[in-house]
């Protein structure tokens, strides 16, 4: 799971980065401007309803081109928010405000967004017993923030990357030869205390995977009533995760058949931003 230690130690390589993308040379229009050094603040408004997430993405931009900068924020990151409301107030030097402006809103923006579909979609399995998991299909560069942010909304995280768990999929069955072999395969090679999810299209592949010890199998693209003959099948001898056309309106209908888990990668590769705003920027006399 991604949390917030994990963010404040990886987070300042991934910020630079984008903010080099940004100022490859210098900031023309702000330095037009602003030729001295000169303490501002900036209001960040809330443009539209929403979960707010990355207040301290947020601040960290600014105060990585300004130390001294320091972001007084009205909320924490979870929180429900409404358009017009003032989510808090950044002070600095104004070349800094300026120049981390539109990155800055990028990462809160993006997150927020992420956030707030997360929420509605978690709020389809309120009690239930399946867990609603996100996906690896993430931005690139912006895997430790979608993450994160989904983990504000409600849900909870998929395996972080390739390195974090085992799950074989279609192409990695075609490559062993079938499912018992890269089943059998990974149990070789693999740490014993990795458990091992695969997945499954069919009943069955179903009943090779549970014949093979699978410790997870995935119920990918299956139709409530499949899925239902397959988590019958199973009978609790492996955990299930249904995966594939996940969409909102289905969840409750996912939850009856009885899985565990069902993962949507809806959550992070189709969420819109939340729309926010840097206003009334002034210098302090």
């Not at 404040?8 to 100022?23: A, C, F, M, P």
């Not at 809160?108 to 979609?121: D, H, K, N, P, V």
């Not at 010890?213 to 990918?220: N, R, S, V, W």
């Not at 995966?243 to 289905?250: I, Y």
Request: aromatic share 6%; with cysteine; charged share 25%.
């Amino acid at each position: 799971m991604i949390n917030g230690v994990t963010m404040k130690i990886n987070v300042d390589n991934y910020l630079w980065n984008t903010l080099r993308e940004d100022i490859t040379s210098e900031d023309v229009s702000t330095n037009a401007v602003m030729p001295e050094d000169r303490q501002g603040k900036a209001e960040l408004i809330c443009k539209q309803d929403g979960i707010i997430c990355g207040l301290d993405i947020f601040a960290r931009v600014f105060e990585l081109l300004d130390s001294n900068a320091n972001f007084s924020s009205y909320y924490k990151d979870g929180d429900s928010v409404k358009k017009g409301e003032l989510i808090g107030v950044i002070y600095g030097d104004i070349k800094a405000l300026l120049s981390g402006e539109r990155t800055a809103l990028n990462y809160l923006q993006r997150m927020s967004g992420i956030a707030t579909i997360t929420r509605e979609y978690a709020k389809e399995l309120e009690g239930t017993s399946t867990t609603l998991l996100d996906t690896r299909k993430t931005t690139p560069n912006m895997r430790p923030f979608e993450k994160y942010a989904v983990t504000v909304g409600g849900a909870t995280n998929h395996r972080y990357n390739l390195s974090d768990g085992v799950l074989l999929k279609d192409n990695h069955i075609g490559a062993a030869g079938s499912i018992t072999k890269a089943i059998s395969m990974t149990k070789r090679y693999a740490p014993f205390v990795r458990k091992i999810e695969i997945e499954t299209e069919t009943l069955e592949q179903v009943k090779e995977a549970i014949e093979a010890g699978a410790d997870i199998i995935m119920l990918d693209n299956m139709d409530n009533e499949t899925m239902k003959k397959a988590v019958e099948l199973i009978g609790g001898r492996a955990q299930t995760e249904c995966s594939g056309n996940v969409t909102k309106e289905r969840l409750k209908e996912i939850a009856a058949v009885g899985v565990d888990f069902v993962s949507c990668g809806a959550l992070t590769h189709s969420a819109p931003i939340m729309d926010l705003s840097l206003k009334n920027l002034k210098p302090i006399e």
